[in-house]
């Protein structure tokens, strides 16, 4: 089976623990993105809602990510 590259993993853990850290920090980015982008499941009241769900859940996967893929280049 083919494995994912850990500078992919790293690269997708970084960009969901900065967006993780917008949601919590930067709502208003955030609310200005979700102008731009317009589905349901961003809408203004949800973002509003919960912003410190999805933040914290975007960390977590995020560092989980990131921990994977350090420590599949590191080999440890």
């Not at 949800?46 to 080999?75: D, I, P, Q, T």
């Amino acid at each position: 089976m083919n494995e994912i590259s850990p500078y992919l993993k790293i690269f997708f853990g970084l960009l969901f623990i900065l967006l993780g850290l917008g949601y919590i920090y930067k709502p208003g980015i955030i609310e200005r993105v979700n102008r731009l982008i317009k589905e349901t499941f961003l809408n203004d009241s949800y973002v509003a809602l919960h912003r410190k769900n999805w933040g914290f859940l975007l960390l977590l996967v995020g560092g989980v990510l990131v921990y994977m893929g350090v420590s599949r280049s590191l080999g440890w």
